[in-house]
């Protein structure tokens, strides 16, 4: 081994090191893959104080995915209505607000990050309403309307506006 080499021992104690840290295993080694300004749009829409979306076209290895961005809290509310109506048309004599309530009330948490305030976690996941799905080839996988939930990871380009 050459002098200025590192020892295997001390990669594999740094890289230890580095991962037993939860913030750095998310923002040094899981945030590398995301594009901090999709990332940074994501936040936007997920912290306006008021409704706010626009049209977004992303690309993923499944396909393509386009729709209207909206907020964490948002597609939380639309998917727990969602939830419920099914619910509803299959016992319509019980009262099922609860299950919309339950998942309203996930979207205004944070994703997971260790305690303590001093971090603020960026989001891990884009939100699509009105969303349709087209393979490679343009073809429709899915058809327009639907709510869609992804990993910002899995993202591998975006660009804004909806393809029609």
Same mark, same amino acid.
């Given at each position: 081994m050459e002098q200025n080499e590192p020892s295997v021992k001390s990669i594999y104690q740094h890289n230890a090191e580095f991962v037993a840290d939860p913030v750095k295993?998310?923002? +040094?080694?899981? +945030?590398t893959a995301v594009d901090s300004h999709l990332q940074h749009l994501v936040s936007m829409v997920n912290n306006a104080e008021t409704d #706010? /979306?626009?049209?977004?076209?992303? #690309?993923?290895? @499944? +396909?393509?995915? &386009?729709?209207?961005?909206? /907020?964490?809290k948002k597609y939380f509310e639309?998917?727990?209505q969602s939830f419920k109506s099914g619910f509803e048309q299959s016992f319509p004599d019980n009262d099922w607000q609860y299950i919309a309530d339950s998942f309203a009330a996930k979207g205004t948490e944070g994703d997971d990050l260790?305690?303590?305030?001093?971090?603020?976690c960026p989001p891990q996941f884009v939100h699509l309403d009105g @969303?349709?799905?087209? /393979? +490679?080839?343009?073809s429709l996988i899915m058809k327009s309307g639907i709510l869609?939930?992804?990993?910002?990871? @899995?993202?591998?380009? #975006? &660009?804004l506006g909806i393809i029609s």
């Open positions: 295993l998310v923002y +040094g080694i899981q +945030g #706010f /979306s626009f049209g977004i076209t992303l #690309f993923t290895s @499944a +396909g393509v995915v &386009t729709g209207n961005l909206i /907020s964490r639309k998917f727990g260790p305690e303590g305030d001093e971090y603020e @969303a349709s799905l087209l /393979s +490679g080839d343009g869609w939930r992804g990993k910002l990871q @899995a993202v591998t380009g #975006f &660009t």
